[in-house]
């Protein structure tokens, strides 16, 4: 193996990675920040090309990864490094939604049959997946028991968790599962960073950020920008105390299905958070404000997209759009809602250069 001939105390061999389901790139950038080498990033969205290859300085690859060959990914890689098969599969199929939509998204159930695929194929030395915590319990296939038995079979030693986001630092209260695999040994991720009494905060996070009324955009900052409210809304939000939500509201502001018994268990739709507390979960529809506890603390609109990428710890110098004068809140929103936490990228690069160095 290459990691043989660098026994040089803290001297790491060349670590490479190719990543599947790649997105604007939010693992990819995390993984480049902690020195592992992004060689190219596959993806369905062509759209994400540009933050993609400028942000991370590699190949976007148009391409569904039902095509991809495991030559091509092999011929990616540089001979005498140890090499790294990343892949973050659409976790939609394996959402709490999905099991009450069994049609919805139907096709992306078998991709993570097909990244296994390409495993077996390229043989990488290490393999990380990222993906929602309901995949471990998926009613409809045995999904990630047979990508863990699967990988198994191949000879790795294989490793899965679920983190909470802001045990490693990250200012929301995502939970994902995070899956390791390595041909080396045993596998697994760094320690926890934080604990609850320094949690990054809301505060922490956005509060430097200029004022906005609803619909505004910052002159200095254009991803700094959020949706405009109709009348009602507006004065739903302006009803929402500091941390409530719509059960604060008036009778005559509630929506109906608030009033049914089964709309009084979304509790967090139309929320505010908190500046004290991690901000909540960043969905694709984040910058909504009735998607749920995405009202800011104070001011009366939902959050900007440039603050739901500070959330999922982009930095404020990412690229998200080639024209940033003009920018798309609800492609903004997506592209920052499907994304990989740089920082969760972090935490899994820490991992695997720790473990390259102990084997």
């Known amino acids: 193996m290459p990691i043989l001939q660098h026994k040089r105390r803290g001297r790491l061999p060349r670590i490479e990675v190719v990543d599947l389901f790649c997105g604007i790139g939010g693992l990819s950038y995390g993984m480049k920040q902690k020195?592992?080498?992004?060689?190219?990033?596959?993806?369905?969205?062509?759209?994400?090309?540009?933050?993609?290859?400028?942000?991370?300085?590699?190949?976007?690859?148009?391409?569904?990864?039902?095509?991809?060959t495991p030559d091509k990914i092999k011929s990616l890689y540089s001979k005498k490094s140890v090499r790294v098969l990343a892949g973050c599969a659409p976790c939609q199929p394996f959402s709490s939604y999905a099991f009450k939509n069994k049609n919805k998204d139907s096709e992306k159930y078998d991709l993570l049959y097909?990244?296994?695929?390409?495993?077996?194929?390229?043989?990488?030395d290490i393999v990380t997946m990222e993906n929602v915590p309901s995949i471990a319990a998926f009613k409809l296939k045995p999904v990630l028991k047979d990508f863990v038995d699967g990988l198994s079979k191949e000879g790795y030693f294989v490793k899965y968790k679920v983190v909470y986001c802001p045990d490693y630092g990250i200012p929301q209260t995502r939970k994902r599962l995070v899956l390791l695999a390595s041909k080396l040994g045993e596998i697994d991720l760094i320690p926890p960073t934080n604990k609850k009494e320094n949690y990054v905060t809301v505060l922490?996070?956005?509060?430097?950020?200029?004022?906005?009324?609803?619909?505004?955009s910052s002159v200095s900052d254009p991803l700094h920008r959020c949706s405009a409210l109709t009348e009602i809304n507006l004065k739903r939000v302006q009803a929402t105390p500091y941390g409530g939500g719509w059960k604060d509201w008036p009778i005559e502001l509630q929506l109906d299905c608030h009033k049914k018994e089964k709309g009084r268990s979304f509790g967090s739709v139309y929320g505010r958070m908190r500046w004290d507390r991690?901000?909540?979960?960043?969905?694709?529809?984040?910058?909504?404000?009735?998607?749920?506890?995405?009202?800011?603390?104070?001011?009366?609109?939902?959050?900007s997209a440039r603050e739901a990428a500070l959330f999922q710890t982009f930095p404020i110098g990412y690229k998200f759009f080639a024209d940033e004068e003009n920018v798309?809140?609800?492609?903004?929103?997506?592209y920052?809602?499907?994304?990989?936490?740089?920082?969760?990228?972090?935490?899994?690069?820490?991992?695997?250069?720790?473990?390259?160095?102990?084997?």
């Open 35 to 68: 020195g592992l080498e992004i060689l190219a990033g596959f993806d369905v969205d062509d759209t994400c090309k540009f933050a993609y290859e400028t942000n991370n300085n590699a190949r976007f690859f148009f391409e569904n990864v039902v095509n991809v």
């Open 114 to 124: 097909e990244f296994l695929r390409l495993v077996k194929g390229v043989k990488p």
């Open 204 to 216: 922490d996070t956005i509060g430097m950020l200029p004022e906005l009324k609803a619909g505004e």
């Open 278 to 303: 991690p901000a909540p979960t960043m969905t694709t529809q984040c910058t909504g404000l009735g998607n749920g506890r995405f009202a800011h603390p104070e001011q009366d609109r939902a959050i």
């Open 328 to 334: 798309s809140l609800t492609k903004a929103s997506r």
């Open 336 to 359: 920052i809602g499907n994304a990989v936490p740089p920082v969760l990228g972090e935490v899994i690069a820490e991992s695997i250069k720790l473990h390259i160095r102990t084997h």
